[in-house]
């Protein structure tokens, strides 16, 4: 099966995704996770990608980020994939891949769905019973946007900055959205778009997406296409 194109274009924020091999561990202590914030913020910095939200799970890490430059995404997680690997094989005496393929990913249409998606990947470690509530986990980028603690790896999408003239007041509002409960729909449509690679968005985004990249981004219809009918006259 072909891969999905990747649609790498400035400025429009990228969900991504990078899963253990077999869905099995990547971050083992409190070490790998320092190393791999770490890694991400040099390589972030380096190839002009600025980070809005991110998760780490013992098993995977997603991470939501808009690219300055068409190919920063993909120059930053390569970068940071290779320097995480040659980390855990040095600590650990092992080698050999330790991730399952290349990163997931998809475009998001920021007005309708970013905070959405900072959302879905911040309640992981809720839904998958690491903690009871998003501040009680150190590896997500909750505390910042919650206004707990400051995270210099988080750079402030002005979609997020609309929620308030102050950090504080915009602190509060982003609390305020997890006070409901994340739509079960919603969440499935986040999961499966950036899954197939996909873009998170409705038609008008879609639209300019494929104006931009000159490139077909909705899935084709499946099975054969219809014959005309013929017509007796």
């Excluded at 006070?179 to 690679?197: A, M, P, Q, W």
């Amino acid at each position: 099966m072909a891969r999905p194109p990747r649609f790498n274009l400035a400025d429009i924020p990228q969900h991504l995704v990078q899963v253990g091999h077999n869905n099995l561990e990547c971050f083992f202590d409190q070490e790998d996770y320092e190393f791999y914030l770490h890694s991400l913020k040099l390589a972030a910095d380096q190839y002009q990608a600025e980070v809005h939200a991110y998760v780490l799970l013992p098993n995977a890490a997603e991470v939501i980020a808009t690219p300055r430059t068409s190919h920063a995404i993909s120059s930053m997680m390569q970068s940071l994939g290779r320097r995480y690997v040659q980390y855990a094989n040095h600590k650990y005496k092992r080698s050999g891949t330790l991730w399952g393929g290349r990163y997931k990913s998809s475009l998001i249409d920021s007005d309708a769905y970013l905070l959405s998606c900072y959302r879905y990947i911040e309640l992981k470690p809720m839904y998958l019973n690491l903690v009871d509530e998003p501040k009680d986990y150190r590896w997500s980028s909750f505390r910042h946007n919650a206004g707990v603690k400051r995270n210099n790896l988080i750079q402030e999408h002005k979609i997020y900055q609309k929620l308030g003239e102050s950090r504080q007041e915009r602190s509060e509002c982003y609390r305020g959205l997890f006070r409901y409960e994340f739509d079960l729909r919603l969440k499935n449509y986040i999961s499966e778009t950036v899954k197939v690679g996909q873009v998170l968005g409705g038609d008008s985004f879609k639209d300019r997406i494929e104006k931009i990249a000159n490139h077909r981004v909705r899935p084709k219809k499946r099975g054969r296409p219809k014959k005309e009918l013929e017509i007796e006259i």
